[in-house]
C-alpha cells in the first residue's frame, strides 16, 4: 500500500508531500500505482526544482519513500505554485480513486509557518 500524506496552506499551496511504502499491484518494476503516483511526484519535484520564486526540497531515503517540501515567494511563484498544486492533488486523487486498495491520499491543511 502506498500512503500520500499532503499538507496544504490555507491558499491550497502544496507546502509537503510524503509518499510512502509499495502499492503491490504488480511486479516490481511493473507495477502501474507505483509508477503513476512516482511519475505524478517526481514532474511536479522536477518542475518546481530550480523555478524562480520557488524553493523545492526533495529526500529519498530509501527505496519507497519519497519527502517533498516548499515555498513560494509572493506574485507570480505562489501562482505557479498553485497551478502544481492542483495537478498533483487531482492526479494522487485520481489514482486512490482508481487503485484505493493500493494507494490512500490524505490531505491536511495548516497555515504556513
Given amino acids: 500500500m502506498i500512503t500520500v500524506v499532503m499538507v496544504l496552506d490555507e491558499q491550497g499551496l502544496l507546502q ?3 509518499v510512502q511504502g509499495h502499492a503491490g499491484a504488480g511486479k516490481r518494476g511493473n507495477d502501474i500505482v507505483c509508477a503513476a503516483v512516482s511519475v505524478l511526484v517526481r514532474t511536479a519535484q522536477s518542475t518546481l526544482t530550480g523555478r524562480k520564486g520557488i524553493t523545492a526540497k526533495s529526500k529519498a531515503k530509501r527505496r ?5 517540501e516548499v515555498a513560494a515567494e509572493s506574485g507570480a511563484a505562489q501562482d505557479f505554485l498553485a497551478g502544481i ?6 492526479g494522487l486523487l485520481s ?7 493500493n494507494c490512500v491520499v490524505t490531505i491536511t491543511k495548516e497555515r504556513r509557518k
Fill in 85 to 90: 498544486s492542483a495537478f498533483l492533488v487531482e
Fill in 16 to 18: 509537503s508531500c510524503d
Fill in 64 to 68: 519507497g519513500v519519497l519527502t517533498l
Fill in 95 to 101: 489514482v486512490a480513486m482508481e487503485y484505493p486498495d
